[in-house]
């Protein structure tokens, strides 16, 4: 089946560049993605990278190593904002499906 | 342009008992997904509506069911409801081929079971 695995926490400062890992298992792999979701709030959209394109938003950038099934997110110049739950996210298009795998999901506390 | 919008934000329900949740997509999307979100295990796919008819199923009972509408609209019932149940109930809509380049989420309708 699928899987992903994140770190479940990371923590950083204000103005810093944080990494937040993705390693996954999966067939018929096409890209990953990733979101950002507050505390009560919707997940919303940072990135995708792939094999059919790349997408990245703002401060957010994102790499991907097929061959080693990983990928992380980078997070430049860092917010207090920032301080939210982080997931990455592959197409899972096997058993007659299609749908979004998430990972579990890598909580991020900024500090001043 | 708005965005998806899910009704209630809220809602507490007793065991045994039904709820229905509505999921409004943005407007051109025909795609509707559904997820349940807990702290135990994360954003789960319960199912996804494209043109009215549900192309894809998670690993949840007969329970959880939906359906799609003409205008795109979504909803989602949960039938003999159970304490395990409780969770934020997220709807995400997308261009169909755009699974890649993401789903828009709404703000998810949080349900407690007592």
């Known amino acids: 089946g699928q899987s992903l695995e994140q770190p479940s926490e990371v923590t950083a400062v204000e103005g810093a560049i944080v990494q937040i890992n993705c390693t996954y298992q999966?067939?018929?792999?096409?890209?990953l993605s990733w979101y950002q979701q507050h505390d009560g709030g919707a997940p919303t959209f940072l990135s995708y990278n792939g094999l059919d394109g790349l997408e990245e938003t703002g401060r957010f950038s994102s790499f991907l190593s097929r061959s080693d099934s990983y990928g992380y997110l980078l997070l430049q110049e860092l917010q207090m904002k920032d301080s939210a739950s982080y997931f990455c996210a592959v197409r899972d298009q096997t058993y007659n499906t299609d749908k979004l795998i998430f990972g579990t999901g890598t909580r991020l506390q900024v500090f001043p | 342009k708005a965005g998806v919008t899910q009704t209630p934000r809220y809602l507490i329900k007793t065991r045994g008992q039904q709820v229905t949740l509505s999921c409004s997509p943005i407007s051109g999307h025909r795609s509707v997904s559904w997820y349940q979100q807990t702290p135990g295990q994360g954003l789960q796919f319960l199912f996804e509506y494209f043109s009215e008819t549900q192309r894809n199923k998670g690993n949840f009972p007969g329970r959880f069911s939906g359906r799609q509408f003409s205008n795109s609209r979504s909803e989602m019932n949960v039938s003999t409801l159970e304490l395990g149940d409780s969770a934020l109930y997220l709807c995400?809509?997308?261009?169909?081929?755009?699974?890649?380049?993401?789903?828009?989420f709404g703000s998810g309708t949080r349900l407690t079971v007592v």
């Open positions: 999966t067939s018929g792999f096409y890209g």
């Open positions: 995400a809509s997308s261009l169909r081929d755009s699974y890649n380049y993401g789903y828009t």
